[in-house]
């Protein structure tokens, strides 16, 4: 199986404007969720989504926002963009059981000037 | 919410030696704790996940181990090699909370050849 895919890898955008980073999960798994890293911050939980509906939602800003489409891919967009906001983004996706492994995205670097 | 506290930021070892990561959660209900890896430019990769139903995993040379009345869980590397050169993240989350994982801010271990 393929593995989660992210686009675009890089982006460059100055303060104010707004950005869509997308997300492809592995063929059958159906929960994705999203991470912002930072260096010595780790990695912090955005949002998470599953079946098009947002069920888990971090410390973030309404700026943050997401979606999913039927196909299971998902959409983060953030708006009114700030320095801070400059990070690795990540998402990751599972299969719906429980709990279980996350399998990660190669992450979007998202450069805020 | 949950929140997850890892030790040391920063960790030095002679290649054989071996490496102590710890980390303790606040949230009891927490039932799943994994533990990635993450080499330089690259993604997070799941190494080693404990259940709360399991106080120790070994698989070759990590183990984890888990303490759920002291609320704290460990990861041990022996016989450390270059390559395990990289920052480890451990996290916790619970069932209930479906994928709301919360992640410590990240260990990184240097191997000295």
């Known amino acids: 199986k393929a593995g989660v895919t992210q686009t675009p890898r890089y982006l460059i955008k100055t303060r104010g404007q707004q950005v869509t980073l997308s997300c492809s999960p592995i063929s059958g798994h159906r929960s994705v969720s999203w991470y912002q890293q930072t260096p010595g911050q780790g990695l912090q939980f955005l949002f998470e989504y599953f079946s098009e509906t947002q069920r888990n939602k971090g410390n973030f800003p309404g700026r943050f926002s997401g979606r999913q489409f039927s196909n299971s891919r998902s959409e983060m967009n953030v708006s009114t963009l700030e320095l801070g906001d400059s990070a690795l983004y990540l998402c990751?996706?599972?299969?719906?059981?429980?709990?279980?492994?996350?399998?990660f995205g190669p992450g979007t670097r998202l450069t805020v000037l | 919410g949950e929140n997850v506290e890892q030790h040391p930021s920063t960790l030095s070892v002679q290649e054989g030696d071996s490496a102590v990561i710890k980390c303790t959660y606040s949230?009891?209900?927490?039932?799943?704790f994994p533990w990635y890896k993450q080499e330089l430019g690259k993604r997070p990769q799941l190494i080693i996940d404990?259940?709360?139903?399991?106080g120790e995993k070994k698989d070759q040379r990590i183990a984890v181990t888990l303490n759920k009345t002291a609320k704290h869980f460990s990861l041990h590397i022996t016989e450390t090699q270059p390559e395990d050169s990289a920052v480890y993240f451990c996290a916790a989350s619970n069932s209930g909370g479906y994928q709301k994982v919360t992640f410590g801010t990240g260990t990184k271990l240097q191997v000295i050849p």
């Open positions: 990751a996706s599972s299969l719906d059981r429980g709990v279980n492994e996350q399998f």
């Open positions: 404990i259940r709360s139903n399991v």
């Open positions: 949230d009891s209900a927490s039932n799943y």
